[in-house]
């Protein structure tokens, strides 16, 4: 097997360049929060990152003074143009540690983060990061397989509906997945139903899946 060493001292100059303001040349702005970040890596993981960041393709100030202001939006709310400044710094996390919460693993905690997952899915998508978004679907469906009987269970529901669109089923697919596995208990909860009644796209996707299966 070969060693690992090389990946960890990667992870660790990764890490370590995260806390090195001085070699920064961009900032990014959102809300009251300010990141020293480094152009590089994140046009390497990003392509939002990678046009705006482009010489030539835009007269922005985002080449002229390497800042990107990020619009915030307003707490627990879904706004298609600003974003969570929460989790716009779990994203710039992302990019230096390839991960967002490291210490939350969902067979050691007690809480899910089924909708940090989505949010981190959903501006994975947005800012075309491909490995993050890739990774919260895998902690999404982690959690899932724990924490389904919790209230956020169906409270992510919505938020997973109105954060992607129709063709987009990654999330989609996992909660309709893991609603119809568990559907002799959730189909019965009270939640699940107004959910249910509320997206009539999830009320689809549901009675499409369990045909799917022949449960109907």
Known sequence: MASDEPRK???NALSNLSLQEDTADLKVICGDDTYHAHKFLLCLQSEFFRLALRKGAFPWKEQNEGIIT????PTNAFDQNADDPVAIKWMMHYFYHLDYLETERPTVISQSHLIVHTKMYALGEKYGIPGLKALALVRFEESANIHWRGAEFA??????YTSTIEQDRGLRDAVVR???SERTSLLRKVEIETVMKDINQFAYDIVKEAMRCHYV
Do not use: C, S
Not at 70 to 73: L, S, V
Not at 155 to 160: L, S
């Open 70 to 73: 990020i619009e915030a939006a």
């Open 178 to 180: 893991k609603t119809i």
């Open 9 to 11: 001292e990667l992870m």
């Open 155 to 160: 409270e992510a529901i919505p938020v997973i």
